[in-house]
């Protein structure tokens, strides 16, 4: 799948994070990673698996007490703060990538653009069109399964393009945002999300240090050489920091014009929650408020940092 979206709150029992179950290893995101030794296809299917057994927390989350859809319904902000921002007509043709249950899809809908909601998981797309058909929003959203890196529209085509949640599934990263800038118009924009490096709770615990995760991951590497550890073929969770990002981002042809880092936590010591998620929550709560009024050092350090970018029209620069 390729997860995304936001969704409105009301009291329920918290629950937890699927990836705390993910049978996928965490690395960070270097631009030309193997994925474990398996083909993109492969790779592929084993994440639609994993999002297709956990739909019901994707299509819930936003909906429950605790901390995820505390975080969740912090990047939701910050992702709708820069739509907002962009100040975009009614009709905005918009494409949501990796539209999962269908929340952003709906944001934007609500905001009358004209939304193409794809996904790479079927499960996903009908939780989409059933939320629209509730919401009484179906004329403006039109769901289709493809992939990010091959999408099925003509060149300059969207104004406007959401890539929330994406991007931890995805390296390299530059051939599929060259693909999102091929379909967006000159001067169309990009709001994309990708799973912070750089996040504060990783950087409080030893064992998810950043530093050390290149480390850790070609030692593990070296074991499975010499067969010292069993070779494992696996889709990976990747980690990207900001201005790997924005790098890539110049080379697929599209310029940063804001970034921001949204969500806080969970915060453990070798693996071990130190917190209540009512703790949990307030911490996040606080460290937001601060991120938001530009406390140096820390609004580098939340759990996603979110981009926005543009198109640049090369033919007005060429006149």
Known sequence: MIAGGSKSRSHAAPVEHPSQYSPFPSRVGIGNADGNGLHVPERQQQ??????????????????DGLWATVYRQRRVAVLAFVEKLGLPPETHALDIGCGAGWMSISLARRGFRVEAVDTVETMLAETRELALKTGLGRLIK???????????????????????????????????????????????????????????????????????????????????????????????????????????????????????????????????????SVEIVLSHKLQDLTNHGLPLLTAMGRDYIVLAIKPDRSATAG
């Not at 739909?55 to 989350?61: E, I, K, L, N, T």
């Not at 991007?167 to 990263?173: E, G, Q």
């Open 143 to 277: 769901t289709s399964r493809c992939d990010v890196r091959r999408l099925p529209y003509s060149t300059n085509t969207f104004d406007l393009a959401t890539m929330i949640g994406v991007a931890p599934w995805l390296d390299p990263l530059q051939d599929p945002l060259r693909e999102v800038a091929r379909v967006l118009k000159p001067d169309g924009h990009l709001i994309l999300s990708v799973d912070n490096r750089w996040r504060l709770n990783h950087l409080l615990d030893p064992l998810q240090f950043p530093l050390l995760q290149p480390v850790k991951q070609r030692l593990k590497g070296i074991l499975e050489r010499t067969r010292l550890r069993r070779p494992v073929s696996q889709a990976c969770h990747y980690f990207h920091s900001a201005k790997q990002t924005n790098e890539v981002l110049l080379m697929a042809g599209l310029s940063k014009i804001k970034g921001t880092t949204a969500g806080f936590g969970p915060f453990t010591f070798m693996h071990c929650r130190l917190f209540p998620q």
């Open 47 to 64: 994440v639609d698996e994993f999002f297709e057994g956990t739909a019901a927390f994707w299509r819930d989350v936003y909906h429950l």
